[in-house]
């Protein structure tokens, strides 16, 4: 049975940082596409950023590259998202989700509705 556990979200000034996790179970990464994704109450979900555990490719969004890094521990099974130089606009729910890597990192991160495994989420807010 395929599980993602996300933590690491919490509240944070802007300008902080902070690092969420992506502890998978059931499975092996090798072969997925995992990515992150966020929604903020009233918006749609939106593709943060994704990587291939297969090659390491990676994609990033526009609105928090240069601020945000994934990367991927393949031994723990686990993939990382540092998020630095919060902004309040980053404010929201954040899950992580996998799907076999079909199709490019970037049109899978941009496509939410390819991943078929998510996890529960965890609340991300920036405010002073």
């Known amino acids: 049975q395929v599980q993602l556990v996300e933590s690491g979200g919490g509240l944070v000034q802007p300008g902080g940082s902070l690092r969420l996790s992506c502890a998978a179970s059931?499975?092996?990464?090798?072969?997925?596409?995992i990515g992150w994704f966020r929604q903020a109450p009233g918006k749609e979900r939106e593709g943060v950023s994704c990587?291939?555990?297969?090659?390491?490719?990676?994609y990033t969004g526009d609105s928090v590259k240069g601020r945000f890094t994934i990367s991927r521990d393949n031994a723990k099974n686990t993939v990382y998202l540092q998020m630095n130089s919060l902004r309040p606009e980053d404010t929201a729910v954040y899950y992580c989700?996998?799907?076999?890597?079909?199709?490019?990192?970037?049109?899978?991160?941009?496509?939410?509705?390819?991943?078929?495994?998510w996890g529960q989420g965890t609340q991300v807010t920036v405010s002073s």
């Open positions: 989700a996998a799907e076999l890597g079909i199709t490019t990192v970037q049109t899978m991160c941009k496509s939410p509705a390819i991943f078929r495994s």
């Open positions: 990587i291939s555990s297969s090659d390491g490719n990676t």
């Open positions: 059931g499975f092996t990464l090798n072969y997925y596409v």
